[in-house]
């Protein structure tokens, strides 16, 4: 079985203006005072649907029904800004960075849910919260997100264009996961 996700990737000059805050968390990492797990910079992605533990072969399946499904997606662009957290930022379990849920991001999400409800999946019970995950705790003194994120609140981190998808396999290693994309689509290829 593989672990697999659809993510948009993101390019890594806004991986590079989010280093500020990766650089907080890991500092409170460090210090011991929150459990947390921060994922390497590299590894920053825009979830669309985890899918979970698949067997391989059905990752043809799945990139046979999106291929139709995508090929006139075109690619946009999508802003990021902010921090907070989920729940929220006094006991978050999730930090992340926000995504807007622009018309054309919502518009892709549809149509990946329509192309793995094809294939056998079913569609996603939680509501599209298009995030970035920058840190998953495990706990916390209340607050301290609130204290440490201050000046990074209503930051802005800047645009980028939206314009590959991938399927990723994310393999659990002692360093850190690993993301391998499996397939990847081109937004704006006909």
Do not use: C
């Not at 802003?79 to 930022?89: K, M, N, Q, S, T």
């Amino acid at each position: 079985m593989w672990r697999v996700f659809l993510a948009l990737e993101i390019p890594e000059d806004l991986r590079a203006r989010l280093l500020p805050v990766h650089e907080e968390l890991l500092r409170m990492k460090r210090s011991g005072d929150v459990r947390l797990s921060v994922p390497r910079l590299e590894n920053l992605h825009l979830t669309l649907r985890f899918l979970g533990d698949v067997r391989p072969e059905k990752t043809e399946e799945i990139q046979e029904v999106l291929t139709p499904a995508l090929r006139d997606a075109a690619a946009f662009p999508l802003r990021v800004a902010e921090i907070g957290g989920f729940p929220d930022l006094r006991r978050p379990r999730v930090i992340w960075g926000g995504v807007e849920a622009e018309p054309a991001l919502m518009d892709l999400f549809r149509r990946v849910e329509d192309g793995l409800e094809k294939a056998g999946f079913g569609r996603e019970k939680k509501p599209f919260r298009p995030h970035l995950t920058l840190a998953r705790v495990k706990s916390t003194p209340p607050g301290a997100f609130e204290r440490a994120l201050a000046a990074h609140r209503e930051a802005e981190f800047g645009s980028f264009s939206a314009a590959r998808l991938a399927l990723f396999r994310s393999e659990r290693l002692p360093e850190g996961a690993r993301y391998t994309p499996i397939v990847t689509w081109n937004l704006g290829d006909s």
